[in-house]
């Protein structure tokens, strides 16, 4: 069955640094998403992703935040400058069609980046 | 800002028993719902889901009602197994798009007991 994979799947960094995280969404999916969550606290969005442009983003998505899809395969979150309080775990999500019948995402299995 | 809320943080049931998981809702404009479930380490999992056209979809085991009324929607589990202990999330979207974002709540606990 088809699945999205993240890479890597933790991520240690210093605080100012600049981290990657990798996603690989389902292959016929079209939208594509980052969510977060901090540990002991809800899933919070931060961004979607549809025709290589930003669809919607959250006030968590500041300019310290941007989203890439460099190919047909992957898409990734760069956090520029990374600070404490965005150590969380960063979960990638796509769907198929916005205008399908159904509206599951399907999420991957997360990166945990630690910001010290 | 809780438009989603998980009042129980945690529930345990016997297996075998019914499990049941609630969520509350404060945005009249979402449109869809979504459980999903949860293990350590790992990604959330789609479980089911219902459009706000519904009131109730099953799946197996696994029913979800929803109380448009109320804002109020609920995951039965019949019969619980020891497989299913997780973390639950109840999730809504707005919009007419499938595209919209999930809201999610905070998460219950469930354990089942053998």
């Known amino acids: 069955e088809p699945e999205v994979t993240q890479t890597p799947s933790h991520q240690v960094t210093q605080m100012g640094q600049e981290v990657i995280l990798r996603c690989v969404p389902i292959?016929?999916?079209?939208?594509f998403y980052w969510y977060r969550q901090i540990l002991g606290q809800k899933v919070e969005f931060l961004v979607s992703?549809?025709?290589?442009?930003?669809?919607?983003k959250s006030e968590i998505f500041d300019d310290q935040f941007s989203v890439e899809r460099p190919d047909g395969s992957n898409f990734t979150l760069k956090i520029r400058s990374t600070k404490l309080e965005d150590s969380a775990m960063y979960f990638c999500?796509?769907?198929?069609?916005?205008?399908?019948?159904?509206?599951?995402?399907?999420f991957g299995p997360g990166t945990r980046l630690t910001v010290t | 800002d809780q438009q989603v809320k998980q009042n129980s943080p945690s529930l345990s049931v016997q297996e075998g028993r019914i499990s049941i998981l609630n969520c509350d809702y404060t945005?009249?404009?979402?449109?869809?719902f979504l459980w999903y479930k949860k293990y350590p380490a790992e990604g959330p999992t789609f479980l089911i889901s219902?459009?706000?056209?519904?009131d109730k979809n099953e799946d197996g085991r696994f029913t979800v009602f929803l109380n448009k009324s109320a804002k109020h929607l609920s995951l039965h589990i019949v019969p619980s197994q020891p497989g299913d202990s997780a973390v639950y999330f109840c999730?809504?979207?707005?919009?007419?798009?499938?595209?919209?974002?999930?809201?999610f709540g905070k998460g219950t606990k469930l354990t089942v007991n053998p």
């Open positions: 992703f549809y025709n290589n442009e930003i669809s919607e």
């Open positions: 219902i459009s706000s056209i519904k």
């Open positions: 292959s016929n999916h079209l939208y």
């Open positions: 999730a809504a979207s707005a919009g007419q798009g499938g595209s919209e974002k999930l809201v």
């Open positions: 999500a796509s769907i198929v069609d916005g205008a399908a019948q159904s509206y599951e995402q399907y």
């Open positions: 945005n009249s404009m979402f449109d869809y």
